[in-house]
């Protein structure tokens, strides 16, 4: 057994149960935002849903211009009781009776402004119980539910809405945990807030959330009311005859349409169109909640139907190509009123099945070529679609990011957002005719070939000379493009052999999916690389493998030398720490052409105090978890970190941001890295100070097959306290354990086992320790109980580890 002694910088926070890191398992997480976003110059109420939310005090909105406060914790709603029923009941007929009285003649001179003002009540707080509906049982309250705020203002329809929403279906219903907990916020939208995605969290006293969706947009925005499943605006029930109601407005377009769909639901809105309006209506659902873990396919899969005034479906669309959020466009061809109709394809529904729908003439891109340009290179992409105000879109390819996007504006209206990629090698345009080994374009290595299949059937052929022994590859970007192309690929030589072939390219650890992109269910993109045997003539082959064609099947493809390549992501986004504590993360690798060798992974540009250890992904792991260590003085906000990785490839250094993501589950099994705008670091106050440990020695620690290794860690200051703490390994490989727990003189030290038949030989990477204590229950008086809990202390900073043989 070897014996090694390590000294290492790194803070235990020995405190409550949400101590530092993110190991416990009651982290706060939001489901879902109602609505989710806002229109610019305007302050709305946003309800958000989820868990472990009790206790939010902040909320931060990445970007300028927007602002949120928290208004209300709401817990979660049970049944109504039957006493609550009668109550909302009795209360809902007094509000009703109040707006029959005011559609009388005399009625009509009280203003809705002048109502309001006479109420002065509170308007984040719904009417409780009177003393008379109290007497002589027990008090009994209006249930607390963001519907019922503002109940003595509500319209008759509004108030319809409230009924149907809290008493049917009439059958009690199974809580969900994961959104029963509510938080009402208001969020203030600056007139000049730039339009686009924004990143919500909650601040808790545990930690922060992870980030959720906010859209800020320009059109005016309403908010759906039920009933609503067969017309927009059914007769309200149980209206007295000799009351003549005004009639329902249809909405002005634009418009921007707000509403949840819950199970079986069916969601309509009328609204005026003129003849020649080219309109453009698009959902906005799978792209606020990309994957839900508990429902097939794993997320809400929305229809859209339009219908005319007699009541004829017009138009309909279940996905927009192979995006799930449906795209509709319809040119109107007479004046009138025309119904939307929004709802699940197989009729599911629940809280978080919220959706956006933008009617309007806004530009819309549909197809585009090239699909990127060269570094450096001016590059102007022709482009179609609807209510374009011009078809040429420049790309700014100045040095950056490979991935971009670019939109075109007309006024404040800008179009949606088309991804584009720049590279730094050298480009060309695909030409015709070149649908055979005779007729292949001749290209010469490395080459971007930006092309198109213009048609169903179509293939595209490119010719190049190499010798043998050359390693080459072949990559397709198309579906990261947004082209509807499914490519295939295949490498022959000049007889027509196939010397390889690949049709959907799929980044994949058994269930998690890779790519950086994360929203992409069907790889459509091919990728393939060879050693070639021959001096000689090789030929690539391109074509969609479904068959199709057309202008918006565009493409870059990329043949080059395979040198080798990276990219890392980094998950959670979001890592909630103590002042000195450790959080683990972890880093993931994506190799590319070839590279199987060591990336070393550095913060960029952090405060002071930060430090990311075992930094390192050895040569052969395709992900590695870390820690983080928090200054000892938390920084007054949360703070964006960014990770850099870096290798030696050949005779080149490759550097590479990660991407923040969270590690999003799918349908009960599949999982994505599904990529976020930052990394967000929050670090709070430790209850009690954070005493300085110290480990030392030379690292990797090496640990022999069948055999042990010592560690030891020693405290920096005579503070630091290991009596009654239980350590135990953080997702270890198999075979691997920690054993013989021992306080020695200044500090801790323990064994890490290596067993023989089930450890891998190879294993190279980090071993995280989670230090645990034991904390006698009390009951409600404080009197102890024989019950004991445990509880998270936190972890040590990762353990850079390797496997030998003996």
């Known amino acids: 057994m070897s014996h090694i002694r390590i000294l ?201 959330t992870n980030p959720v969706v906010f859209q800020v947009g320009i059109l005016p925005e309403t908010r759906e009311l039920e009933p609503n499943n067969r017309q927009a605006y059914p007769p309200l029930p149980n209206m007295p005859k000799v009351v003549k109601l005004p009639k329902d407005k249809a909405l002005d377009l634009p418009v921007l349409l707000n509403g949840q769909i819950m199970p079986g639901d069916i969601d309509r809105f009328r609204f005026h169109a003129r003849k020649g309006q080219r309109l453009v209506m698009e959902v906005q659902a799978r792209s606020l909640i990309p994957y839900l873990a508990d429902a097939v396919p794993g997320w809400f899969q929305a229809t859209l139907a339009l219908y005319d005034a007699q009541g004829k479906e017009v138009a309909f669309a279940d996905d927009y190509r192979f995006n799930p959020d449906p795209v509709l466009f319809f040119e109107i061809p007479a004046n009138s009123e025309y119904e939307l109709e929004i709802r699940d394809s197989i009729y599911r529904g629940r809280e978080d099945f919220v959706y956006r729908i933008a009617v309007s003439e806004r530009p819309f891109i549909t197809q585009m070529f090239p699909l990127g340009g060269q570094s450096g290179v001016t590059t102007v992409a022709s482009v179609s679609g609807w209510n374009l105000p011009e078809t040429s879109l420049p790309l700014d390819t100045r040095e950056g990011g490979q991935h971009r996007t670019a ?57 190049f000379v190499a010798r043998a022994g050359e390693k080459v590859a072949a990559e397709v970007y198309g579906r990261r493009l947004n082209s509807p192309l499914d490519s295939l690929l295949h490498l ?62 565009s493409y870059r493809l990329r043949i080059a030398a395979a040198q080798g390549d990276f990219a890392l992501s980094v998950t959670p986004s979001t890592v909630s720490m103590r002042a000195g504590g450790t959080a683990p993360i972890t880093v993931h690798a994506l190799r590319k052409d070839g590279f199987d060798g060591e990336i070393e992974v550095a913060l960029q540009g952090a405060p002071a105090g930060f430090e990311l250890n075992g930094a390192r992904i050895p040569a052969g792991c395709d992900y590695v978890r870390m820690t983080l260590t928090a200054p000892l003085k938390p920084p007054a906000q949360p703070v964006r970190l960014q990770l850099e990785g870096r290798a030696r490839i050949g005779e080149r250094t490759i550097s590479h941001r990660a991407v923040p993501a969270d590690d999003v589950m799918q349908a009960f099994l599949y999982r994505h890295l599904v990529p976020a705008q930052s990394l967000l670091v929050l670090v709070q106050k430790a209850r009690w100070g954070a005493p300085p440990v110290e480990l030392a020695a030379d690292s990797p620690v090496r640990i022999p097959v069948g055999g042990s290794a010592t560690v030891q860690w020693r405290a920096a200051a005579r503070r630091a306290n290991f009596k009654d703490v239980q350590l135990q390994l953080s997702e270890p490989p198999e075979g691997l354990t920690l054993r013989d727990v021992n306080i020695v003189p200044g500090g801790v030290e323990f064994r890490l086992e290596a067993d023989k038949d089930l450890i891998q030989s190879s294993f190279a990477g980090n071993l995280i320790v989670e230090a645990f204590r034991e904390s006698v229950v009390r009951q409600k008086g404080g009197k102890p109980t024989n019950q004991k809990r445990r509880y998270s202390m936190g972890v040590f900073p990762a353990i850079p580890v390797r496997i030998v043989q003996e």
Request: charged share 25%.
């Open 407 to 463: 939109s075109l504006s007309r006024g404040r209206q800008s179009s949606n957002s088309v991804p584009y990629a720049v590279d730094t090698l050298p480009e060309c345009d695909e030409s015709e005719a070149n649908d055979t080994i005779k007729e292949a374009q001749r290209i010469e290595l490395p080459k971007i070939i930006n092309g198109r299949i213009d048609r169903p059937g179509d293939v595209d052929m490119f010719r």
């Open 8 to 208: 290492m910088f790194v803070a235990l926070a020995f405190c409550a149960a949400t101590a530092c890191g993110q190991s416990s398992t009651n982290q706060p997480r939001i489901g879902y935002l109602y609505p989710a976003g806002g229109q610019t110059g305007c302050v709305i109420r946003v309800t958000a849903g989820g868990q472990f939310l009790r206790g939010v005090t902040d909320v931060y909105i990445s970007g300028q211009g927007v602002r949120a406060s928290v208004v209300k914790y709401i817990k979660p709603l049970r049944n109504l009781q039957r006493e609550q029923r009668q109550l909302l009941q009795k209360r809902l007929k007094e509000v009703r009776q109040k707006r029959l009285a005011e559609l009388s003649p005399k009625g009509r001179e009280r203003s809705v402004p002048a109502r309001r003002a006479a109420a002065k009540k509170p308007v984040a707080r719904a009417e409780p119980a009177t003393q008379e509906e109290s007497a002589g049982t027990p008090e009994v309250k209006l249930p607390d539910h963001p519907l019922l705020y503002d109940l003595d203002d509500k319209s008759l329809r509004e108030l319809a809405h409230v009924s149907s929403v809290l008493f049917f279906p009439r059958a009690k219903v199974q809580t969900n945990r994961q959104l029963a907990e509510m938080v009402v916020i208001e969020v203030t939208i600056e007139p000049d807030a730039e339009p686009g995605e924004r990143e919500l969290r909650f601040k808790t006293a545990t930690g922060l």
């Open 492 to 553: 022959t030589d000049a007889s027509g052999n196939v010397l390889e072939w690949n049709d959907d390219h799929v980044l994949k650890a058994e269930h998690l999916h890779k790519d950086t992109q994360g929203l992409l269910t069907h790889h459509a993109d091919s990728y393939l690389t060879a050693e070639l045997p021959n001096d000689g003539e090789y030929f690539v082959r391109l074509v969609d493998s479904q068959h199709h064609g057309g202008g918006a099947y």
